[in-house]
């Protein structure tokens, strides 16, 4: 399956901790996404990068979230002290320059 | 927060029912999309619609682009059980590569 890849799949974490996710993208797309999700409601847009390059991030995006995309391949989203508020899917993306995004099947976070 | 009004939020219907949703806005857009997305799941795309009154078919599904681009529909005719799911219409507004989703319709299909 050559889908975009993220990991890990669940993560409960406490208050407070820092937590990490990897997302892997389809190989050939320059395009990379994060999304949240909460229950109920439709993905959140939280940032994108084109190769490398991080160009554009949601006001959602607070200064305890940072995301990299080191080589331009694949990417990590880091929250440091988590709040119960960070409780969500957490959902990457990947597509080519200008086509639909094609989504991996998510990060779910529970901060207790 | 959402800029999209997608509905009805949730629809039951029999299996064999053809079903329709749609999207509403208040601004224009250059790109809708249509997703499904499954429990545990990230969404996948069905149907993306680029031109003002395209009208775009996808198996049993049909979904079109209002030519004022405000508006889209998606249109799934004669309904299985698989077809369950929440479904999501997204746009991308011209300058952003941030996609805006609706809050989605949750399809239930009894046998």
């Keep these: 399956d050559t889908g975009v890849s993220q990991n890990p799949r669940h993560k409960i974490t406490k208050r407070g901790q820092n937590v990490t996710f990897r997302c892997d993208p389809i190989s050939e797309h320059n395009r990379l996404y994060w999304y949240r999700q909460t229950l109920g409601q439709g993905p959140e847009f939280l940032t994108y990068f084109q190769n490398e390059a991080q160009l554009e991030k949601s006001r959602l995006l607070s200064d305890r979230f940072s995301a990299e995309r080191p080589k331009g391949s694949f990417s990590t989203l880091e929250i440091q002290r988590t709040e119960q508020g960070d409780s969500a899917m957490y959902l990457c993306a990947s597509s080519p320059t200008d086509s639909p995004l094609h989504f991996g099947n998510g990060t779910r976070l529970t901060v207790t | ?111």
Excluded: H
């Design chain 2, 1 to 111: 927060g959402q800029q999209l009004n997608q509905s009805p939020q949730s629809m039951f219907i029999q299996e064999g029912e053809d079903v329709s949703m749609n999207c509403t806005s208040s601004s224009i857009f250059n790109t809708w999309l249509w997703y499904k997305q499954e429990p545990g799941e990230g969404p996948v795309l069905l149907i993306a619609l680029y031109k003002a009154g395209e009208l775009t078919s996808n198996g049993r599904l049909t979904a079109q682009f209002g030519i004022t681009r405000k508006d889209s529909f998606l249109n799934i005719s004669a309904s299985i059980p698989s077809d369950v799911g929440i479904y999501f219409c997204a746009e991308r507004r011209g300058g952003s590569e941030k996609l805006v989703f609706g809050k989605g319709t949750k399809l239930t299909v009894n046998p």
